[in-house]
């Protein structure tokens, strides 16, 4: 048998080596021949550690979502002292090393490829489409910061307010297409809401102001409270 153990890689900053020191832990103590892939962002991927392993007479696949993220544990550390200078009364914060870097992983993954296995023989839907390949005809699209300040001052509560109002309106993507993003840089302005292609920034929004944004900017097609591009001039036209 050959294990791989399935990581992710988009949402994740670094960590890549670790995963791949996992699988080599985990090769040393069982003695079961054990690799890391990827299934997105990062080499090998999944195909590439199939096709390596396509003549082996059993594969077991170990999803692996614990690659160690030096974003998060920066911004864990960020965020707590942000809570805490805004609130009255916390408790005695601690934080410990990632699970990531645990050694027990090694025996929980050696633990993972001798229990109970489901073979994957079947096909649980379609791996491509035609509506794959068609770009949005969206008329505005709007990101939504869901960056750690951002959401530290209420994005969460915004995106929701935001996406409520849409549906209340019938507002579908093919007329408003909602991307939630990472940081945008201007965290103080946060949370920040951006209308494109209006290029339309909007500042420390609540779920009141993302209701206006929704009624008069996405549906009346009026930016709220005259809000105008950021490049434009006093007549309202951007200047680049
Ligand atoms: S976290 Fe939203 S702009 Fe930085």
């Known amino acids: 048998m050959t294990v791989l153990l399935v990581a992710r890689a988009v949402t994740h900053h670094g960590g890549h080596d670790a995963i791949h020191r996992l699988a080599a832990q985990v090769s040393a103590t069982t003695g079961v021949p054990t690799q890391a892939c990827f299934l997105d962002g990062a080499e090998p991927s999944l195909h590439t550690a199939l096709d390596e392993t396509a003549d082996h007479a059993e594969v077991l696949l170990v999803p692996a979502h614990l690659p160690p993220d030096r974003y998060l544990d920066t911004w864990i550390r960020r965020a707590v002292a942000h809570w805490r200078a805004t609130r009255d009364r916390h408790p005695t914060i601690s934080v410990s090393q990632p699970l990531a870097t645990q050694p027990s992983l090694v025996t929980a993954v050696a633990e993972a490829t001798t229990g109970g296995h489901t073979l994957l023989d079947g096909n649980p839907g379609p791996f491509r489409s035609p509506a794959w390949s068609q770009i949005t005809r969206h008329r505005r699209q709007v990101l939504i910061c869901r960056g750690p300040r951002c ?9 929701t307010a935001l996406n409520e109002r849409l549906a209340k309106n019938g507002l579908g993507d093919d007329d408003v ?12 302005l946060g949370p920040l809401v951006v209308v494109h292609p ?25 930016p709220v409270d005259g809000h105008r591009p950021r490049n434009a001039d006093s007549s309202g036209v951007r200047s680049d």
């Open 151 to 159: 959401t530290a001052y209420g994005a969460n509560q915004v995106a």
């Open 177 to 188: 297409l909602v991307t939630a993003t990472g940081c945008l840089f201007p965290c103080n």
């Open 198 to 222: 209006d290029d339309t920034w909007y500042e420390n929004v609540d779920p009141n102001l993302a209701i206006r944004i929704v009624d008069e900017h996405l549906r009346d097609g009026s």
